[in-house]
């Protein structure tokens, strides 16, 4: 199988946002996982997961400086790899979802409520903190299409100064939130913290957990940002919600070879 990508700078509608379509079974969450570790993993193989490859860079190392990985389903069997911060090392890489990362000889068990809570509440803590709080702030100013999110004030958050203050703030408006709000939310932060210049993004099937209304929102936020960082998005999905959001150019859908 050969995908080829293209992203053209400033076009409109954005090319930036490139979607996997097709039946369950066909391999989608698969050949995400695939790409993953291709960049990442440095014993992966290439006859086994593939590679990318480049018309302007003849290193795959020097397509991305840095890969984000968002999955929140339950029924994903596969370990997330452990995160990278370390430019030393090589391509950086975060995980934004549900599971844990596994220790040694111990099941792998699921984030509880806390973590989730604490994590916003630390990714929150570190946009603030930094330049990142003006990508922070338009990315939730286009959340708050959502009526509730434009109710509940997610936005204030940036009127507190005080990382103290900030903490028992955020963490409060999360706990309000529902699961699919929480999620929204808590990968837009997240993103907004890891997501640098020349950053891949790949995310699984996100409708799982989001209204319509807000999919779209999320969508258009999510292809905002990657444009101010010179980023590029690879999402796996049913919902024809995300399809509306991209040109057909940028839609692949996959078949079984039997």
């Keep these: 199988m050969k995908l080829n990508f293209q992203v053209t700078p400033k076009s409109n509608p954005p090319t930036n946002v490139h979607i996997l379509i097709g039946r369950n079974g066909v ?3 698969r ?3 695939n790409m993953i570790k291709s960049l990442i993993d440095n014993n992966a193989q290439e006859t086994e997961v593939g590679a ?4 302007l860079t003849e290193v795959s190392q020097d397509l991305f400086a ?6 929140f389903s339950a029924f994903d069997s596969s370990e997330p790899l452990e995160e990278r911060k370390n430019k030393a090392e090589g391509i950086q890489y975060s995980y934004i979802g549900l599971k844990k ?12 409520h806390k973590d989730l809570n604490e994590e916003f509440v630390n990714s929150v803590k570190a946009c603030m903190m930094s330049a990142k709080i003006v990508r922070w702030r338009q990315a939730v100013q286009m959340l708050e299409t959502d009526p509730i999110f434009k109710e509940i004030g997610v936005e204030n958050l940036i009127y507190y100064k005080d990382e ?3 903490g028992k703030r955020a963490s409060t408006l999360f706990e309000k939130l529902s699961s699919g709000h929480k999620i929204v939310l808590l990968t837009i932060t997240r993103l907004v913290e890891s997501v640098e210049e020349r950053t891949l993004v790949l995310l699984d099937e996100p409708e799982g957990h989001l ?5 779209s929102a999320f969508t258009r936020a999510l292809s905002d940002l990657l444009i101010k960082r010179n980023g590029v998005a690879i999402i796996a999905t049913h919902s024809p919600v995300v399809l509306q959001e991209v ?7 996959l078949r079984r070879n039997d």
């Design 66 to 71: 840095s890969v984000v990985s968002v999955t």
């Design 211 to 215: 209204h319509p209304p807000l999919l």
């Design 52 to 55: 990318f490859s480049s018309t």
């Design 27 to 29: 391999g989608k969450t």
């Design 247 to 253: 040109p057909r150019s940028c839609v692949w859908k």
């Design 164 to 166: 103290q203050d900030l």
């Design 31 to 33: 050949l995400l996982n």
């Design 101 to 112: 990362p596994k220790i040694e000889n111990a099941d792998q068990m699921p984030k509880s």
